[in-house]
């Protein structure tokens, strides 16, 4: 391939800005080129239009790659709190299956997954729906290509916050309210072959362990978010040790 024709097929150089955070960055890429690719797309969702040239992204969220490895990535994403518009979720498309383990809930978080139609449009808002997230519990949601998923951590100011002149921190991305998840994610395709390399014992520790939780959840015939059980968030938070230590 040439470099010309190479250059063409990487999704950053496309102009367009991908809400897939895993296009071209695959096990195979020498990991200076995933990171490079990595805040090259950072840096064009902030200043690319969603969807409409009219409309120009204010994302708050933060996202960080923590590790990724035989195609199984972990991800730490933050959701500042904030009221009201002007602040717009980090979406991306379901392209591969996801476990969501939210490390930090503040007991007065309201979270919401986004809706249907362009972020931030009256209509987006309204169908905007809200989660029952838990601290310390894990939710998987099954790959399903084509749909959008992010999530907005809203404000629920009290009385005597806003009579304080204290509600300023609501669009604080650092502040004590954020909501603070670990995704880890895989596609269909990563996980078969990981299943292949797991029998020959390819697989470091935490990979295998993952690809055994994927393994057990894939075939559920649901587009739903389901909770895991406690025996599954208990092995979910063992990987995200060996991940994180």
């Known amino acids: 391939m040439s470099d010309a024709n190479f250059l063409a097929s990487m999704t950053f150089a496309s102009g367009e800005a991908c809400n897939c955070d895993e296009c071209d960055c695959g096990p195979s890429v020498p990991l200076d080129i995933q990171r490079a690719v990595q805040e090259h797309l950072r840096k064009r969702k902030l200043e690319e239009p969603v969807f409409e040239s009219s409309q120009q992204l204010n994302i708050q969220q933060q996202r960080e790659l923590v590790k990724r490895?035989?195609?199984?990535?972990?991800?730490?994403?933050?959701?500042?709190?904030?009221?009201?518009?002007?602040?717009?979720?980090?979406?991306?498309?379901?392209?591969?299956?996801?476990?969501?383990?939210?490390?930090?809930?503040?007991q007065n978080a309201t979270i919401q997954s986004i809706g249907k139609g362009i972020i931030g449009s009256a209509a987006e808002e309204?169908?905007?729906?809200?989660?029952?997230?838990?601290?310390?519990?894990?939710?998987?949601?099954?790959?399903?290509?084509?749909?959008?998923?992010g999530w907005v951590n809203t404000t629920q100011i009290t009385e005597e916050k806003s009579s304080s002149g204290d509600s300023d921190d609501a669009n604080n991305p650092s502040g004590g309210d954020s909501v603070v998840l670990y995704t880890m994610k895989v596609s269909p395709r990563d996980l078969e072959r990981?299943?292949?390399?797991?029998?020959?014992?390819?697989?470091?520790?935490?990979?295998?362990?993952?690809?055994?939780?994927?393994?057990?959840?894939?075939?559920?015939?649901?587009?739903?978010?389901?909770?895991?059980?406690?025996?599954?968030?208990?092995?979910?938070?063992?990987?995200?040790d060996l991940v994180l230590t």
């Open 194 to 240: 990981n299943q292949k390399e797991d029998e020959t014992q390819q697989l470091s520790p935490w990979v295998a362990k993952a690809v055994e939780l994927f393994d057990s959840m894939s075939s559920v015939e649901t587009s739903d978010e389901i909770m895991l059980s406690s025996e599954e968030s208990a092995k979910v938070s063992e990987i995200f």
């Open 69 to 106: 490895e035989s195609g199984v990535s972990v991800w730490k994403l933050v959701l500042p709190r904030y009221h009201g518009r002007g602040a717009d979720p980090i979406v991306e498309f379901r392209n591969s299956h996801r476990v969501l383990f939210v490390k930090k809930m503040p």
């Open 126 to 149: 309204s169908g905007r729906t809200i989660v029952n997230w838990k601290q310390c519990s894990s939710y998987f949601l099954p790959c399903l290509s084509g749909v959008a998923c």
